[in-house]
């Protein structure tokens, strides 16, 4: 494939924090690659490293505990990392946007929806206040608020819609990749609908790429092309949508979809995965997975397991698929 | 097993806002028989929460009745009401602000046994205080920790074993998976279920996660604004909700499968909140289905199949 | 023959079980985490060692003999070997009455800010923790406390009863009750809110062991802070009564009542002022470090 129609190219990211003189391991050797106009949903838990990931992109790490230790980041083939802080901002809004978890913070208080959208617009596309306005406005009515409202203040408007302001402020300025950290956890089922709606129908009418951050295998199964499944800072299986729900073969995501309800038969029985989300200031040695894995054998806590590409698109890091290509689940 | 242990007769609670009254929540009744699960579903500012804190008299109903095991709550003074508490417990929604801080769990576990002077002998109680943590599977050696060195799995254990202290009848579960993680969720979820197996504990479990409620519970009555809408033997209400707002409630739930995805059904508008609302159906303005009548009376709660009540004017009273 | 459950286990006492493990306390922890701020370590020292002088000071000189006694021969001599900080108008040893001032100046001060502290415990708490009508009560009562200066008040009250220590203590710790109250109150109301707070409830706990055992232990941090904070407050609160001939009066010696009368001499002796000057400096210097110190240790709540 052509490095040029991808997007997004993550190489071998290994991003660490210092906490209280410790080093803790958030990210470690993550690949991602997101051709344009296609989504790549990053599944994992609490501490699994995502919002991690997506920090180093924008290049956002908190500072000075955040530190990338190796790796490259490229958007649109610009290395993120060289870049001087200017063009980094420049960068930032105008080829990629970030949307955040929670729509209550993540919106300045006074100053209108429409200011707040039209801000990205004048600084990036130099465009006057007026026309700025114009276009924030056609903004609103892109995610389904009416225009109207554009002078209005975040306070009057409910959750869902102020994930939606966001989600026009994020775009205002056509950005080939958005990323979406966890865009619809803090909303209600229904306005949740609403908003993974308008996030597929923006994938269907533009070439943007997006990252989408969750952990509800039930979203990422509704607007994802790729999925990777993330635990204690690595992704240990990632594929095509496909790939991953019709033929999961790490023990983790195995897990994962044993510990979801059947929504048709409420009858079977859970099967959770024992034990506890590790300690990232304290990973267990080999395969950070195997002390609550029950295929465990004695290699998983000594070595770390390698790649394994089942196919053109799925890859697997787990020891039982090691000496043969034959699935062991 | 059968016997009705809690009947919730025309429960109110309003609270006086700045825009007028708030029905929290609005003539709702139902029972729940002993042993039995009754999941309470709804989205934000439904009223579910208020619902548990109003049965459990930790907030004061505006009116209605709540019968248990035979006794009115509502009648019961002070100290009838502290002694009937060890019947009745609540297990919270967040593990992180619904433990005290600067408390050892076990002193968090031992409260409860302690105020009631079930037990005044100090190491036969803290024998007690070992068992119940054996129960909800938590390590001896974590006795001594405090909640901020613990993870939310654990805490909401904490949470688990200090409800189940003084063996209760009937346990309110307000939200208590939501903020866990997907593999850990399970694993609270199946603790649950072996202690009512166990214990045959009656639970109202109050959730916005429609495939929790599904998996967990008996009967599932589902609220809009305050009102019960529906409710109905789980296996029912999924298989044929007869609601608008469950039908598009149901068909809302992210489902993690990529064949046989089921149609959507979009509610158009937000949810509100029922501030002096009028007497007509509250779902009225989102329903896709609405007629004229809906937005000129308020439809009441009528059994419309064989244990299946619904509040609509698009279904009428079975005859029986 | 032991029951079987008693035998499943190798201890049958709480004593027992816990000589199992290493206890550790939510105090160490927090101790160790004030370590590390070397300015409120710096504070405590000096706070620390005034505070012990205080407490020896009868050892260390005679009150009788030297702080009180005056000594017309050798007035208002400069710093040397015989007076380390020279003596007074009246011939004093100055170092002396340094000392025995930071006695009067301490006990005054806490127990001035323990009595407001009393007071904001029960009126700032109750406010808090109910809420509504008897909030406003006690709030609007106490704003109207709060729009006097507190010297202000303290002088009235000592006008009105007399200038005792006792009084003045009292004096001092009712004008600051309004501030604690205030203090007390908002930290229950970030309290009350908490689910276990509710949680306590439904398990049958009265109004006021949730407040004593669930509430106030979670306020604790902030209240410590405001402590060390008003205590300095108090302290110069004292010395600018004495200063203006309302506080301790001579010859017992007080750091403002020093300064008050050496300030005549201040232009040929200023040895004089600058020591009781450099002593109240150095003690609101150090409470307030501790103050700040404390407040980077306990606010950021125990999180990891």
Redesign the interface.
């Known amino acids: 494939m052509d490095a040029q129609q991808n997007t997004l190219e993550i190489k071998n990211l290994t991003v660490e924090y210092i906490v209280d003189n410790e080093v803790v391991k958030a990210v470690t050797g993550v690949n991602i690659t997101i051709p344009a106009g296609k989504t790549f949903g990053l599944v994992g838990?609490?501490g699994a490293g995502k919002t991690t990931t997506a920090l180093s992109i924008l290049n956002l790490l908190p500072l000075p505990a955040g530190r990338i230790v190796s790796g490259e980041i490229f958007v649109n083939g610009q290395n993120v990392f060289g870049l001087a802080p200017e063009r980094l901002r420049e960068m930032r809004g105008s080829q990629m946007a970030m949307v955040f978890q929670d729509p209550m913070s993540s919106l300045n208080p006074i100053k209108t929806v429409g200011e707040q959208i039209a801000e990205g617009m004048r600084i990036h596309r130099g465009l006057g206040s007026k026309e700025a306005l114009i276009e924030a406005t056609k903004m609103l009515e892109m995610v389904g608020i009416p225009g109207s409202r554009v002078s209005e203040y975040p306070h009057q408007f409910?959750?869902?819609?102020k994930q939606r302001v966001i989600i026009a402020i994020a775009l205002a300025c056509n950005p080939d990749l958005l990323i979406a950290d966890e865009p619809t956890t803090a909303l209600?089922?229904?306005?949740?609908?609403?908003v993974?709606?308008l996030i597929r129908a923006l994938k269907e009418n533009s070439r943007m790429a997006m990252l989408m951050i969750t952990?509800?295998?039930?979203?990422?199964?509704?607007v994802c092309d790729f999925v990777g499944i993330m635990y204690a800072g690595r992704i240990v299986e990632c594929g095509t949508?496909?790939d991953i729900?019709?033929d999961l073969h790490h023990p983790y995501t195995r897990?994962?979809?044993?510990?979801?309800?059947?929504?048709e038969n409420?009858r079977?029985?859970?099967?959770?995965?024992?034990g506890?989300?590790p300690d990232p200031m304290d990973l267990p040695p080999g395969c950070a997975f195997h002390p609550r894995c029950s295929y465990a054998r004695a290699e998983c806590s000594r070595d770390l397991p390698n790649v394994k590409w089942l196919s053109d698109t799925h890859y697997i890091s787990c020891h039982l698929y090691n000496e043969t290509s034959e699935n062991k689940l | 097993m059968g016997e009705t242990l809690l009947e919730v007769k025309n429960l109110k609670k309003y609270f006086r806002v700045a825009a007028g009254t708030l029905h929290a929540v609005d003539d709702v009744s139902f029972t729940i028989d002993q042993g039995h699960t009754l999941g309470i579903v709804g989205?934000?500012g439904c009223g579910k929460t208020t619902l548990g804190r109003t049965i459990l008299r930790l907030i004061e109903p505006t009116s209605g009745e709540m019968v248990f095991g035979g006794k009115d709550l509502r009648k019961l003074g002070t100290r009838e009401m502290r002694y009937m508490r060890r019947e009745m417990q609540i297990i919270f929604q967040d593990p992180y602000s619904s433990l005290n801080p600067r408390k050892p769990i076990a002193e968090t576990i031992e409260e409860p046994i302690l105020l009631a002077g079930l037990i005044p002998d100090t190491d036969k109680r803290f024998m007690r205080v070992l068992e119940l943590m054996d129960t909800v599977g938590l390590a001896e050696r974590l006795i001594n920790t405090y909640p901020h060195e613990l993870?939310?799995?654990?805490r909401q254990r904490v949470g688990i074993a200090r409800a189940l202290a003084m063996n209760p009848k009937f346990i309110v579960c307000d939200e208590p998976v939501s903020s866990l993680?997907?593999?850990?969720?399970?694993?609270i979820?199946?603790l649950m279920k072996t202690i009512q197996r166990d214990t045959g504990v009656t639970y109202l479990f109050i959730t916005?996660d429609?495939?929790?409620v599904?998996?967990?519970s008996d009967d599932i009555a589902v609220m809009y604004l305050g009102r019960l809408v529906e409710k109905a033997p789980?296996?029912a209400l999924?298989q044929e909700p007869l609601h608008p707002y469950t039908e598009?409630?149901l068909?809302?739930?992210?489902?993690?499968?990529?064949h046989n995805?089921r149609e959507?059904i979009?509610?158009k508008g937000?949810?509100t909140s029922p501030i002096n609302p009028e007497p007509v159906c509250r779902f009225a303005a989102r329903c896709t289905k609405c007629m004229d009548i809906c937005t000129k009376e308020e439809p009441p709660l009528i059994e419309a199949r064989p244990k299946h009540f619904v509040a609509c004017h698009l279904h009428k009273a079975m005859v029986s | 023959m032991m029951p079987a459950s008693a035998t499943a286990r190798p201890f049958t006492t709480k004593k027992e079980f816990y000589a199992q493990f290493k206890k550790k306390s939510i105090a160490y922890e927090l101790w160790l985490r004030f370590l590390k701020n070397k300015t409120a370590v710096i504070g405590l020292v000096i706070f620390g060692s005034i505070v012990v002088v205080a407490i020896i000071a009868p050892w260390i000189t005679d009150y009788k003999n030297v702080v009180i006694k005056m000594n017309i021969a050798e007035r208002l001599q400069p710093p040397g070997s015989n007076h380390w900080l020279g003596t007074d108008e009246l011939g004093r040893d100055i170092l002396a009455r340094i000392i025995y001032g930071a006695r009067v100046s301490l006990v005054i001060g806490i127990s001035a800010i323990a009595v407001s502290l009393l007071i904001g415990l029960v009126l700032g708490g109750a406010a808090g923790y109910y809420g509504g009508r008897i909030d406003s009560i006690i709030m609007r009562a106490m704003d109207v406390f709060l729009s006097l200066p507190d010297v202000l008040l303290a002088l009235a009250i000592i006008a009105a009863f007399g200038n005792t220590k006792v009084n003045l203590t009292i004096a001092i710790g009712l004008a600051f009750s309004p501030k604690f109250s205030r203090v007390v109150r908002s930290a229950v109301m970030g309290v009350r809110d908490n689910e276990y707070i509710e949680a306590a409830r439904s398990i049958g706990a009265l109004d006021w062991r949730i407040i004593a055992r669930h509430v106030l232990p979670n306020c604790i941090g902030p209240i410590i802070v405001q402590v060390t904070l008003y205590v300095a407050n108090a302290i110069l609160t004292i010395a600018a009564l004495s200063f203006i001939g309302l506080g301790i009066q001579p010859p017992t010696p007080e750091w403002g009542n020093m300064l008050a009368s050496g300030r005549t001499f201040m232009r040929d002796f200023p040895h004089i002022v600058m020591a009781p000057g450099l002593a109240i400096f150095f003690t609101i210097l150090a409470l307030n470090l501790l103050g700040d110190g404390l407040r980077d240790t306990l606010d950021p709540r125990l999180k990891h």
């Open positions: 838990e609490t409910s959750g869902g819609m209600d089922v229904t306005i949740q609908a609403q993974l709606k952990h509800a295998l039930g979203i990422v199964a509704e949508l496909a729900f019709d897990g994962l979809f044993g510990s979801l309800p059947d929504i409420r079977v029985e859970l099967k959770p995965i024992p506890l989300i | 989205e934000s993870d939310g799995g654990r993680d997907v593999s850990i969720q399970a694993q979820l199946n916005h429609l495939s929790v599904n998996h967990f789980a296996e999924f598009a409630l068909s809302a739930i992210p489902v993690p499968r990529i995805r959507r979009l509610l937000e949810l």
